[in-house]
């Protein structure tokens, strides 16, 4: 596909959509979002990891899926996700939020609440935990690997300050950190380069203020793994109210190598701002990624999105605050954000949001902003209807089940690169699923959303793949494939070591959060974290096929498996195509190609082929076809086989 630039006017790009009235911002928890957390407790510790065992993996269309454990806890993060996936070799160790309180609600304690974790030696992985790591309660983990090579992580306290956990054989022990707790440090966020490690979080309390920046960010570095601090939790450099009138949790990505760190910060309604040292965090440059328009502007305030002074609120394209930076061996970073478009019309603070989203990319090698997926381009269009269903209660008020903090219906990307091939960026994120919604249909009681609402879009986890650095992607590729489930809060590691794409999910059966939706908890229904590792060669191969965001298998309710409905004996290419199109079945079928032909997007019959006896490849020709959307059906021994292609 080719690369549609991300212009300094954002405004300028046109989508027909619908917005969607939101409540006012919370003023505790960060700029236009409902977010309702609390923290309490922590101490030192000593723990050990439970006894292994092996479990099947999850049956899959792409890749193995396993079911790494569960939680009654379902809010992983506040906008942007913390790395929670660190692979070294062949060896997988997965990080989550975990509780086990049974029949909660959105005010409930969570007294148990901590980090949930399991990991892959090599030949299997470990039992799935029946509690956190920690004996009290502490928040949102951050994993890395320190200089010493030993698995860790940061979270925040009791106390409202961090504390670091190192594992050390199968035994993790937990120590308060020295970082300055005087502005209440949470929600850390962490990234380390040999024996440097750097820290950005965020005050408890929103009146804080770095930099003029209310609720601002706060940093720390350490040239010893965090046992003392060069810098201990200061004001961010270089950000400050001009483009922040406020900061936000988790609102926030870090990325480091060799003696360069970046910094990425922004939410609704401010700048997207990088800053980045290439002297272990001693002197800074700042870039402005993505601007908004109004300087120091307050979401929660009485204020209008007029920009252009004409008395008329304009809507705006802005990130919704939750973005994923990785940086690369010459310390050049790449970002992955998602594009919202919001309005606040003034005297109240309320605003308005639209069923747009799109997918951002940058690097700083290119120096530019490229869009690379768009929740209404017409290959999501998976039921052929000419439209994307984007649902009838598509909201973020109490009750209604089916948004996350960040509001994109493209959302939660966590961008790698690849160890093998320094050219390679991947990019996986959680996006909603074309017609993919909640129904009262008489069978499936939960399909309805406990708010028995119709209309909710479930999600499903999408990768993309760049081979060149950005220039060009593949269509987005639905990994996980599963019709009414809902897969979110999506974490990669940093790098991909070996074949394989390693993508951590929390996934259940109904859209939105307990957390954040006021969901009625089932204690049938606990959210479980899937870890699906995806050979990097099949992505690429899927992702060839503009087909490859659709496709669905239902999962069984009640099951523990994920069931493969989708065939793909039949591979099709050129797609797009101008003049012939190839059509082949997989080396390894003893199938037979029966007949093929082409239907336009009514169901009319344009053009159709009947083949010998045991073809396994034919080529049709569709130059004479007008320009547009096309269905391929290979008739095969087997049954029929659907594809979709794009006649230029």
Known sequence: MSRILLLVAIACISISSKAQQ????????GVGKVKKISDVGTTTNTFNLASKK??????????????????????????????????????????????????????SAYSDRGTGYANYDGSSWSAAPSAALESVRTGFSSAFVDGNGIESYVCHNSTNGLIMNKKNGATW?????????????????????????YIIASPLDSNTHANGVRNGYFFARSDNNGSTWVDNMIPLPLVDSVGHYRGGGNSYAISAYGNHVAVLVGDMGTDLTLIQSNDNGANW?????????????????????????????????CNDGSQSMVMD???????????????????????????????GYYNSVADSVALIDNIFRIYRDCNLDGTFSVGDNYAVSAGSDAIYNSIGLITQPSISLNKNNNQQVVISYTAIMDADTTEDDGMHQYWNGSSA????????????????????????????????????????PEWIEGNDLCVLYQADIEPGTVMQNDDI???????????????????????????????????????????????H???????????ELTIALAPSNSNSLKSIQVLDITGKLCVQQSLSNNSTKATLNVSSLPTGIYILEAITEKGVERKQFVKE
């Open 329 to 359: 061996t010459s310390g050049n970073v790449h970002i992955a954000f998602p594009v919202v478009r919001v309005y606040k019309p003034g005297g109240s603070a309320g605003y308005n949001f639209f069923y747009t989203t799109s997918l």
């Open 54 to 107: 092996t479990r099947s993996a999850f049956p899959s269309l792409i890749g193995t899926k396993e079911n790494t454990g569960s939680t009654t806890y379902d809010l992983q993060t506040n906008g942007a996700m913390q790395r929670r996936v660190l692979q070294q070799g062949n060896k997988v160790s997965c990080f989550w939020t975990i509780s086990k309180e049974t029949f909660v609600n959105a005010t």
């Open 569 to 579: 004996d039949v591979t099709m290419y050129p797609n797009p195509t101008q003049h």
């Open 521 to 567: 908890y089932d204690n049938y229904l606990e959210n479980i974290l899937i870890l699906q590792k995806v050979a990097m060669a099949d992505i690429l191969t899927a992702g060839a096929d503009s087909l490859a965001p659709c496709g669905q298998g239902e999962l069984p309710l009640g099951t523990a498996h994920v069931l493969n409905a989708i065939s």
């Open 173 to 197: 022990t937990s120590t308060p950190m020295t970082t300055n707790t005087s502005n209440g440090p949470i929600w850390a966020h962490c990234a380390a380069a040999g024996n440097w490690l």
């Open 22 to 29: 939101q409540v006012p911002p919370n003023h505790q928890q």
């Open 453 to 492: 609402l119709t209309g909710q879009n479930f999600r499903d986890v999408f990768v993309m793949v760049s081979n060149n650095l950005g220039n060009s992607w593949t269509y987005p590729v639905n990994i996980t494939k599963t019709a009414h489930f809902e897969e979110a809060f999506v974490s990669t």
């Open 285 to 317: 440059t700042k870039k402005i990624i993505v601007d908004w328009p109004l300087d120091n502007f307050n979401f929660a305030g009485t204020n209008s999105t007029d920009h252009t002074g004409d008395g008329v609120a304009d809507s705006i394209y």
